[in-house]
T-cell receptor, first 114, second 113 residues
């Protein structure tokens, strides 16, 4: 089966610019996650979708980050305006259901804000 | 809120030997799930092994096994017969019934020939 697809793989932007990341989960996976992984740290959950509804966005900086999952399939994560501290790898993952099942990760998008 | 601590930032092991990576967590929940994920250099994260908190028996997957001590809130990963391909960053993750996940900061494992 095809894995979790993310694009772009790399992005360099200047601070205060905006950027968007795209994720296509594994077909049939109801749960989709966006994580931020800063260099040297573990992934931090930003937002979790169950189908097209938000389950948890408690750690999403809502003043600058937004995410949507229209039609419960693919998803976009946007940052506007970007700050230097947003430099990180943004990982998308999906799982069949939430909780005890394995999450399948994409290769991530490496964002550098200069 | 849950916390996950991996106290060993870096470890190394000789090929064919055994290594244990430690993970402790803090939670007030009784039912949850624990995972070990592997992230090879420049490659995507993949599942190594998982454990349901309600199961007393330790999970095993080929050369990988865990030592789950629920009372101590400890979840260590043992890799037997280490191979060069095991070189990667290993993350311990705690997941609630609702699917909310908390990851540790990882242990970088290097397998030496």
């Amino acid at each position: 089966e095809a894995g979790v697809a993310q694009s772009p793989r790399y992005k360099i932007i200047e601070k205060r610019q905006s950027v968007a990341f795209w994720c296509n989960p594994i077909s049939g996976h109801a749960t989709l996650y966006w994580y931020q992984q800063i260099l040297g740290q573990g992934p931090k959950l930003l937002i979790q979708f169950q189908n097209n509804g938000v389950v948890d966005d408690s750690q999403l900086p809502k003043d600058r980050f937004s995410a949507e999952r229209l039609k419960g399939v693919d998803s976009t994560l946007k940052i506007q305006p970007a700050k230097l501290e947003d430099s990180a790898v943004y990982l998308c993952a999906s799982s069949l259901v939430q909780g005890d099942t394995e999450a399948f990760f994409g290769q991530g998008t490496r964002l550098t804000v200069v | 809120a849950q916390t996950v601590t991996q106290s060993q930032p870096e470890m190394s092991v000789q090929e064919a030997e055994t290594v244990t990576l430690s993970c402790t967590y803090d939670t007030s929940e009784n039912n949850y799930y624990l995972f070990w994920y592997k992230q090879p250099p420049s490659r995507q994260m993949i599942l190594v092994i998982r454990q349901e908190a309600y199961k007393q028996q330790n999970a095993t997957e080929n050369r990988f096994s865990v030592n789950f001590q629920k009372a101590a809130k400890s979840f260590s990963l043992k890799i037997s017969d280490s191979q060069l391909g095991d070189t990667a960053m290993y993350f311990c993750a705690f997941v609630t019934n609702a699917g909310k996940s908390t990851f540790g900061d990882g242990t970088t494992l290097t397998v030496k020939p």
